[in-house]
């Protein structure tokens, strides 16, 4: 039975099944409501499929090699290699994917009527098994098709709710941004098939000494800027937060915390695996670009406050922080440092899959607010832990996780990449330790802002009064959504409980790697969950803090409560408000919680205000009719990235036009000059 | 002898909290040429405190009700995890320095979310503005801990508490810089001057307050209890980790008194300081503050880069 | 400078600084001493007091601000003025209780927790002083709270004030021992 799960059989049902998923659900069109039902039903069948082979294969199960039959195309080759790296990241995405399907249960209803169910469910499934084939696809024009079908599948779920006008544009931009990462990832590819003269991933790694140094750092440039437009690295992310936002909420959720993580597996593999002996700058490039995500991520999702678009500056910062692992991981390598390699990988692996997670969990609980409030505009909330108060606690769950704070997951996996940073500091002389003393205090402040921005979003969403009437009429959500969340939470709280048995299977994972296949790893777990990092530079335990924690306050509780006074009553009475009657005006707004932070940041934020006021009486301009504040946020990337580009593209567009000016004569010329200039090649 | 270290460690900072915030209280009112309350005050404060009513306000959430026992249960976990009078641990190994940091942190989160329940509109500024100071603080908390922890080469603060003279005069330079930068810190976290005023009225003036004005009964003399635990956490940090004088090393009565003694000299010490600090200055502008928390950070990352 | 830090440990006991002999310097410090103890006994050692000026001419506010120099230094009783009602043990609510106030007042008496003692100070609170019969007062505070205790001066002064909170004790003690 193991061996069958663990076997290419097994593996091919994943897709399989997403395609059948896919084509039947087009059976569906005339009736919604089954059409939601089989979509749910086959991804979340799939992805538990998945998720049994992954669970299997990662702790019982051998590399996998094997292609199907050979296609007629002499260049493609339908060739898998899964190895216990491809075989975590089948792991995310399913775990992933099985909460998001049974979401979208309850979410779909809101879809009725207005769109076709059924074909939502074709996009969604292709989009799922897409991502299944990305990660162990081989041959890089396979990748390359299973990462056009993502590209596709993802515009059109962005573009779904195309009554807005917005999301139009946002999956323009998506399709853009997307399509010009690609044509950097198939010249990186293109120029190592000109020198290893193959599209196998093994054998140009195989063959990697006939590329020379140049152009190998050529084929890096072009992959971190194509992977990177996928994972969304600073100054690449413009179509980050109006394409999260834009998509339906499961669709965010796997796009935010599964789809920008394959930029991450592809830059694993290649710099840390393929593409190996590697210089040094490119860890540090790779960690500047960490440094620099993670504090602009951050300091730009305090600005905001359409809760989708916060929650997607904060995936760029958790990719900030799985780069900042990345690149200390790869500048170890390079200098002889394998164990301290490993010990980066293993900190941003386990970062990647605790960020999928939360950042999941917070996408549904969004969405499940958004389905009550008809509006992604966080000032317009308040008070809805009233009305929802299974998802408030789901948000607060995902809040506190995201902030790093104990016991739950996002804890341990920065307090790793804390540690890859500390040892960094130590272990390097002193030209890269600064650098590294950089990554430990931006790493510091992001954490610090992030804290900041989830007491924004959580106080602002679901605490104090509410801020409009849409409130009164929330509900909570249907029972399928909040399982969806549920699950979520609770795999957060494992993660972090367990976080010892996580560390343990990633060191397998990375020792798996033929760059890693010799080295013993810093860490150390005891039998209760107990982690060490050797010689002794610092342990944490998770149960020790979760149950020491949790008694403390229950004891405290118990004690006050019924030993200290018992006969003393609670009265329930209004706010202190000084004897004025509080309006919703009077709460605390999110843009008024972050403005401090904003007007502290102002050279990098560039806050602007400007005031329009018209008056009753022209002349005299004394009494005021209306008085407009608009408070904006500068946008340097258009300013003074996109535009000049698009400028200098546009400019060079007119002058080529030239060329095709409808002239016959001038056609013919070109022809005959044409046919000139290929005779004379031949001669 | 074990079991005695391990009651007094469990129980030391809560006992003792309500104390130092007397001492200080009391030094203010000398300077002020007046007598002040007894020492003991704060203690009768939470005595009369948790025999009154309380009045919650409707507005107000299951967060209210549960900030303030998370937020003591945390200042008692940091509590007895950290070297108060021994350099050595026979408790639960949570003295790491970043859950220490991280798990004061789910402390502020709480308070700030508490603030803002109510909905008053005072509470919801004073969650702004602790907010972005324990932001900016953050970095040089870690970054000052982080100096003591590279030169001893371990994150485990009782690793660092049993560094001997020998090493600290090595390192004299950076661990003094550290420490200064840390000095800037425990103001900022524990809400004294020239960050906030803990004795203030104005509610436009106040950070820290303006977050508890709601909480009544039993709920506040938790909060002012954290608050003086928090106090007591820091000047412990700051004492035992950049001067570890005087802490005892093995489980002998003597050793133990001795490093009781020290502890209580190290209060009076700090509690001295901070409150000719409180009588000097007086409270910055709220926009002058992240100057003085960027500047605790750089002269931190100094202290690093002149480690090595 | 060093000799401002020596007077940490030698503030002397000066309490009173008065020219005329009217007032007995003795009989004050046992006053003051009776004070504490009661305070100690009755409120656990410490009081809360949040003073609401309900539309005063502030001469009643500006005793009390003087209650807490180094003079009369009402912190060393366990007595300290706190900024929110829901702190509060005692209101001392002073002023003629002008109509605009009457909702903050109600309000403030509303969010302190009981156990709480209500005491007006001044005579305007009692019966709205030499501003009674106006439209823009309500003739005391005891028209819209219940109020336990008055404290009679126009204004009264920090002694007046300190020996009038003795009796208010002494009273709640021979209630409480009544009950």
Known sequence: MLTFITSPASFLIIPTLFIIAGLGSLFFRKNDHLANLWISTTAMLASLWGLIFSLSFILFGQELVFSLAPTSFPLLSLSFHIDLLAGFFVFIISLISIFCSLYGLGYLTHFYKKYNIAVFGFFFNFFLGSLFLVVTASNAIFFLIAWEIMSVASYFMVVYDRHDKSNIKAGLLYLIMTYVGTAFIILAFLLLYKYTNSFEFAEIKNQLALVPNYIKDLVFAFALIGFGTKAGIIPLHIWLPDAHPAAPTQVSAIMSGVMIKSGIYMMIRLFMDILQPIPLWWGVTILVIGIISSLLGVLYALTEHDIKRLLAYHSIENIGIILLGLGSALIFYTLNLPELALLGLIASLFHTANHAIFKSLLFLSAGSVINAMHTRNMEEYGGLIKYMPQTALFFLIGSMAISALPPFNGFFSEWLIFQTLFQGIMELNSAWHLIFIVAVGSLALTGGLALACFVKAFGAIFLARPRSAEVLHAKESPLSMRLAMGGLALMAIIFGLFSGTVIIILEKIGTSLSAFSNVTSLLTVSASQKITIMPDFGTVSAPVIFITLGALVLIILFLVKSVIYKKQTVKIGRTWDCGNDLNPRMEITATGFARSIVVIFKSILKPSLQQKIEYHDADSRFLQKSHTITMQMGDVYYTFFYNPLYKIVNALSLRVRTIQNGNINAYISYIFGALIVALFSVL | ?308 | MFSLFLKIFKTPDNVVFLSNNEINQKAVLTTLKELESKIKKLFHGSLAIRQIDSGSDNATEQELVALSNSFYDVERFGIHFVASPRHADMLLITGPMTRNMIKAVKRAYEATPSPKVVVTVGDDAENGGIWQGSYAVSDGVSNILPVHYHIPGDPPSPTVILSSLLKILQIVESKTLKS
């Open chain 2, 1 to 308: 002898m074990n079991l005695l270290i391990f009651i007094i460690q469990l129980s030391l900072v809560t006992a003792i909290s309500p104390l130092c915030t007397g001492i200080i209280k009391k030094i203010k009112a000398h300077l002020q040429n007046r007598h002040g309350a007894s020492v003991f005050q704060p203690y009768y404060d939470i005595w009369k405190l948790l025999h009154k009513d309380e009045v919650i306000s409707r507005d107000a959430s299951f967060i209210f009700r549960l900030a303030p026992f998370i937020i003591f249960a945390v200042t008692v976990f940091v509590g007895f995890s950290i070297p108060l009078f021994t350099s050595f641990s026979n408790i639960f190994q949570a003295s790491n320095i970043l859950v220490i940091i991280y798990t004061l942190a789910i402390g502020t989160f709480f308070l700030a979310l508490a603030g803002m329940d109510s909905g008053s509109p005072m509470g919801g500024f004073g969650s702004s503005r602790e907010m972005t100071v324990s932001a900016l603080a953050e970095g040089g908390f870690i970054f000052s801990l982080l100096t003591v922890a590279l030169i001893n080469h371990s994150t485990d603060l009782f690793t660092i508490a049993s560094a001997n003279l020998f090493d600290f005069s090595q390192s004299l330079l950076p661990i003094i810089l550290a420490f200064s930068g840390f000095l800037i810190v425990l103001l900022a976290e524990t809400a004294r001057f020239p960050f906030d005023n803990p004795a203030t009225h104005l509610e436009l003036t106040m950070i820290h307050e303006s977050m508890i004005l709601e909480y009544s009964g039993k709920r506040l003399a938790l909060m002012e209890w954290a608050t003086s635990n928090k106090l007591v956490i820091f000047i412990a940090l700051g004492a035992n980790l950049f001067f570890p004088l005087g802490l005892a090393s093995e489980a002998t009565l003597v050793a133990i008194l001795i490093g009781l003694l020290a502890f209580v000299i190290k209060i009076i010490i700090f509690s001295v300081a901070i409150a000719s600090l409180e009588s000097s200055l007086a409270k910055f502008r709220f926009f002058r503050l992240p100057d003085l928390l960027l500047s605790s950070l750089i002269i931190n990352a100094v202290a690093i880069a002149l480690i090595f």
